[in-house]
């Protein structure tokens, strides 16, 4: 396995798992569930697991979340459920509850404890929906919709599906064989999924309907760069972390040659940005031999949106961090990156760089809804929906029928809240169904 396809943190064995569920207190009200934007019942779960019960503890994660393998990697946990555990206010570490939950989810899938439950063939689906993209909220809506029993058909851009799972977060922080096992109980389950079609270009939402499909759920998330507007910005060996990312995918399934990565062997690269993206970006640079690697960031480090442990894995990685960097511009020589020009409290400095990577946030791609009228756009390309509680379709554009969940709605967040939206929305969409649809018999 290439390093930079080595996972971070090994999983826990059945004696461990047992062992770290067990120190969990089972508080009558728990600060984790509080701390867990999907509310997961951790308590639950954890005493399942104590008493060896590994598929009820399954069960009841399944009960709120749809992806929890992912999550049990991905998610910023210190910042959430175990953040809020209540051992950290008796100055003892907090229970390890992403690992808890990553053993449980890959113990489930390997020994295949709960069967997918397929549609009898005489038995008629209860819709027809179409999803654009298999991100995570495009991924747990088709769960949740495809567990009810309707036809789903998930429509993604890329070569293969997973959206950002699978392009956007490098291998060494989630394994993309877990990403796909999601994918692949999908499929068992009768989702389709057509991929190297990219809504709003090779087909439209409008087509989509007239095809007869009952409902479309927008779950396309937010791919595309913001830049930073800075003169030198379009120089040679400025890079897209987006686009890097996106590429070390394909390059570790041997689809591209090392040559096209952008980050070669003894390179001097600087980072702009604090965020989860940034991390992965400047580990990745690390990792694939750059001399030194650079974090800028404009403000300190208690502003840094990053989790904690990416930045301690950073730091493991080599990667040094400049805080109280603000950009100024690209400098460079002959059309390449020759320098980084940054104002710090002593002034204004140039860093001797030669690639200069971009991880200031992304925004949604509007090709989506080409070609389609009635779906509005905020000025920022997020799609408006209705989004207010006790709304009669939560997550319904203003277009009859399409619905939209995740980053596409409010912005680049944690994998988490897409998941969460994606449920939540799937469920409207059947309760429009049901609404709108002549009830149908076997």
Known sequence: MAETEKEDIPPYTLEEAIAEAQRCLKCPKPMCRTGCPIE????????????????????????????????????????????????????????????????????????????????????????????????PAGLSAAFELARANYDVTVYEKDEEAGGVLLYGIPAFRLPKDIVQRHINRLT???????????????????????????????????????????????LDGVIDALKLLHDMRDYNTGKITRDKIQIKEGDEVVVIGAGNVAMDACRTAARMGARHTYVCYRRTIEFMKAAKAEYD????????????????????????????KTKTPDGEIVMPVNKIIIAIGSAPNDVTTTGTSGVELDEGNLIKTTTEDGAQFYGMTGKKGVFAAGDIVHGPKTVVMAMREGK???QNVMEYIKANKPAQTA
């Open 40 to 135: 997961n019942d951790i308590p639950a779960f954890n005493r399942e697991l104590s008493g060896g019960n590994i598929g009820a503890a399954y069960a009841i994660i399944s009960e709120r979340s749809n992806l929890p393998a992912i999550c049990g990697h991905v998610c910023p946990h210190e910042n959430q459920c175990e953040g809020h555990c209540i051992m950290n206010r008796m100055k003892k570490p907090p229970i390890r509850i992403g690992q808890i939950e990553r053993f449980i989810a890959n113990f489930e899938a390997e020994f295949q404890l709960n069967k997918i439950k397929k549609r009898l063939p005489n038995q008629v689906a209860a819709g027809k929906v179409a999803i654009i993209g298999s991100g």
């Open 188 to 234: 068992e389950q009768g989702v389709v999924f057509k991929t190297n079609t990219e809504v709003g270009k090779d087909i439209t939402i409008d087509q989509l309907l007239a095809e007869g499909y009952d409902a479309v759920l927008i779950g396309a998330g937010a791919v595309k760069a913001k830049g930073l507007g800075l003169p030198g910005e379009d």
């Open 313 to 340: 894995e950073a730091v493991k990685d080599g990667v040094e961090f400049k805080w109280e960097h603000v950009p100024v511009s690209f400098e460079g020589k002959d059309g390449k990156v020759i320098g980084f």
């Open 424 to 426: 939540r929305v799937a």
